[in-house]
């Protein structure tokens, strides 16, 4: 069973995507918050093991409250729901602590593959956001006529950049490899430094773009 909790001002909406929960056998939906203040209170008092919050809330809004569970409750995975497609809002996020980004208007049709998705341990984005994120990227290297870094990888590279874009901690992919979490590390640096990023949540994104992870 998948405990969740659901957060948003918008009454209608947060009973819609309940209704959709509780047709699945293995959701249940613990509690439900109208501002981030309210979702924090929640959180602490029913440790859930995912949450569902809106990026526009009064009190607090949902970015703030994110970076407040995943500090404090750093086994709760959160996905955030927003009406922006732009990379911006997505990397604040992914900078908070989210591993889900659903755009409002396709959050019916893939809430239930993003909770399983990150409640597996990986990332899940809307599919409006991949795309935008590919033309973007293709359409920035055009712009600046950028050759794509990705090559400059060596295959053990591209191998290290999808498992930590999918959430697997430097000891996870040292045991998955059969490598020591210095060298991982060191791979990590690595590719970092080759593609120009200078954070996970950066790496996350690329990943994206280049279609790595989905």
């Known amino acids: 069973m998948i405990r969740i909790v659901l957060a948003d001002d918008h009454t209608v909406l947060r009973n819609g995507l309940k209704a959709l929960l509780e047709r699945q056998p293995e959701f249940q939906v613990v509690g439900e918050a109208s501002d981030g203040r309210e979702l924090l209170t929640i959180v602490e008092d029913q440790k859930p093991d995912l949450v569902v919050t809106d990026i526009a809330m009064p009190n607090l809004n949902g970015t703030d409250a994110t970076q407040q569970i995943t500090s404090k409750f750093p086994g709760v ?12 809002y997505v990397l604040r ?10 755009v409002k208007e396709s959050a019916e049709a893939d809430l239930l593959t993003a909770i ?3 409640n597996s341990g990986k990332a899940f984005f809307s599919p409006t956001v991949c795309a935008l994120l590919v033309e973007d990227y ?6 600046k006529s950028i050759e794509d870094s990705y090559d400059l990888l060596s295959p ?3 191998e290290i950049l999808q498992l930590v874009a999918e959430g697997k901690s430097n000891k996870d992919v040292a045991n998955m490899l059969n490598l020591s ?9 690595n590719i970092l430094q080759k593609l120009n990023l ?13 279609g790595v992870i989905s």
């Open 77 to 88: 995975r959160v996905i955030m729901l927003s009406m922006h497609t732009d990379e911006a």
């Open 93 to 102: 996020a992914l900078k908070a602590g989210a591993r889900g980004y659903l």
């Open 116 to 118: 399983r998705t990150v």
């Open 138 to 143: 293709i359409r920035q290297m055009q712009d």
């Open 156 to 158: 053990r590279e591209k």
């Open 181 to 189: 979490v210095y060298t991982v590390e060191t791979h990590r640096g």
């Open 198 to 210: 200078h954070s996970i949540p950066e790496l996350i994104l690329y990943a994206v773009r280049k």
